[in-house]
C-alpha cells in the first residue's frame, strides 16, 4: 500500500492483483503479503484506510480466496480452503468523501490533529516517514528534490510530515495546488502510472540482466493547454464526451470559477495548472450534480 494509495485504490489493485493469479495459475495456492508505506494516524499508528484495508478488506472480503495473508499485523492462514471464483471487479467508493466537504469547499488532509511545527520537516524525516533510505521523487524516482506540500501552506496546509511529498522540480510545478490532499495524492498516482517507462528505463540503468530494456518513451501530444487538461479529466477523473457538451457543462463552467477562486493557489508564478484546473472543473461537476440530487433532478447534457 503506497502513500498515495487510499483505500479505494488499494482495494481494487488487490482485487486485480489477486483476479490474475487466480486467471494465470488456477488452484496454485496463493499467499498476499502486504507492506504499508506512510498511512500513519495521530498516534503513530496506521490511518484509517491502512487499517481498514488489513483488518476488514482483506481478512474479510479477499481471505476466501487467499490461502495465507502476511501484513504488519500479522500473518493470517484460510481455515476454510481457497476459492477460485475470486470477482474480477469490486465497486468501491471512497468512505471518506463527504457531500458538504465539497459543497463548502472545506479543506481535507491526512489525520485529525496537525503537526503545529513552524517549519518543514527535513527531508530525512519524509524518507522516514515513507520507509526509505533517500527521499527521491516518488513519481519518477529521480532526485534531487522538493519538499512538495500536498495541501500548500498557502491554503491552509500545515508542516505535518503527512503533508509532504517528495518531488522533482518538474513534478512540483505540474502537481496540482488544492484544498484536498487526497486529490493531490490522486494526482501522484496518476502522474506514477504515467511515468512507469522512466521507472523501468532507470531500474534498468541499475540493473540491465534482471530489467529488459523498455525502450524510447512513446510521445504524447501536448496539444492546446485545454486539450491536456480535458486529456487529464478523462484519464484521471472519469469524465466521457458527454460531461464536456450541454446545459450541463454550462452550469460546471459557472461553478468552476467559484471553486478555482476559493479552493486554489498558485505555485512558481504558474498562474494555470493542468492538474490544477482539471481538479476545479471534477469538483465544480460534482457540486452541480449533489446540489441536483439533493433536489431530485438529475444532472443532464
Known sequence: MRVEDNFERCAQRLVETVAFAARTQPRKKRYLYLDVQGHKNDAGGYDRDAYEIIKEFLMGLLMPYLTEVHTPLGAFRNPKGQREDVPEVLEIRDPDERPDELLNLEMRVRGRVQDGRRSRPPLSMIADYLGVEEAACIICWSTPVHRAHAV????????????????????????????????????????????????????????????????????????????????????????????????????????????????TGKHFGVDRKVSTYAWAYNVAKKRVQLRDSAGGDPLRA
Not at 510545478?173 to 495524492?185: K, L, M, T
Open 152 to 263: 500548500p501552506d498557502g491554503l491552509g496546509g500545515s508542516n505535518d510530515v503527512r503533508n509532504f511529498a517528495p518531488l522533482c522540480e518538474e513534478h512540483h510545478r505540474q502537481a496540482p495546488d488544492v484544498i484536498d490532499a487526497e486529490s493531490f495524492w490522486s494526482w501522484i498516482d496518476y502522474a506514477c502510472e504515467k511515468e512507469a517507462g522512466k521507472r523501468l528505463a532507470l531500474m534498468h540503468k541499475v540493473a540491465p540482466a534482471l530489467i529488459p530494456d523498455p525502450g524510447p518513451e512513446p510521445v504524447r501530444p501536448q496539444g492546446t493547454f485545454f486539450d491536456q487538461v480535458k486529456r487529464e479529466l478523462v484519464e484521471l477523473y472519469g469524465w466521457v464526451e458527454s460531461d464536456f457538451e450541454g446545459l450541463a457543462w454550462s452550469r460546471v463552467l459557472d461553478d468552476f470559477y467559484v471553486v478555482l477562486e476559493q479552493a
